[in-house]
Each structure stands twice: as C-alpha cells, then as structure tokens.
C-alpha cells in the first residue's frame, strides 16, 4: 500500500505538495505516478518518474507547473504543485508499478487512497 500526505485547500495561483511513500524496502524499485479524478469526470494522468529518478514525464495541463521528484533516498516521491488553478481540483492518487509503460498507462500494481486537492478562484 502507498501512503498519501499533503494536500489541502489553495487559491489559484498559489502551491502545494504531496507525497508518496511505502514502508515496503521494494519500493525503491517502483515506476511512480501520479492520477486525478475531478467530480463527474474519468481518472487522469498527472506526471510520472522513474524507479531511479532520473526520467519524468508530465500531463500537457500541467507541464512546467508540476514537478514530479523522489527525496529521502528516493523512498518517498513528491508532486509540487505551482501556479495552480481551479480546474486542478481533484482527488489525487499516487501509484506505482515496475513497468514504466504500465504506470504512464494508469495500470499499477500499488495504489494510495487519494488526497483531496482544491483550488479556490
């Protein structure tokens, strides 16, 4: 299981952080990524990262505001929002799968329960 923090509420324009980690020692190993699902909509591809941190991969929305990064010996990745704005309201979920395709695809062997993000005009 991956384990979500962060979030909150945020005014357009304005940053926020969320994080992903696992207590399993493989998971140093996973392909990361990241999702959302607005209300009334279908989940999303966000950015994605490599198991060694050296590749990422973003969303067209959210290029160049989203940045996607693993700390702490890379048992934790981190999404770091700027410049939000109101259409980035949604749940968020991390996940993970061994196979870089796979997670860019949205088809992870791991989940985390979501985190609520909203962003007020």
Request: charged letters at 20%; glycine letters at 14%.
């Amino acid at each position: 299981e991956l384990v979500q923090s962060g979030g909150g509420s945020v005014q357009a324009g304005g940053s926020l952080r969320l994080f992903c980690a696992a207590s399993i020692p493989g998971f140093i190993v996973y392909n990361i990524g990241w999702f959302r699902q607005a209300p009334g909509k279908e989940r999303e591809f966000v950015a994605a990262i490599d198991w060694y941190g050296h590749n990422d991969y973003y969303e067209a929305s959210v290029k160049g505001r989203f940045f996607i990064s693993r700390v702490n010996d890379k048992y934790v990745v981190d999404l770091q929002m700027n410049s939000v704005k109101p259409e980035d309201t949604a749940v968020y979920y991390c996940a993970g799968d061994l196979n870089w395709g796979r997670v860019v695809a949205g088809i992870n062997e791991g989940w985390g329960r979501g985190t609520q993000v909203t962003v007020s005009s």
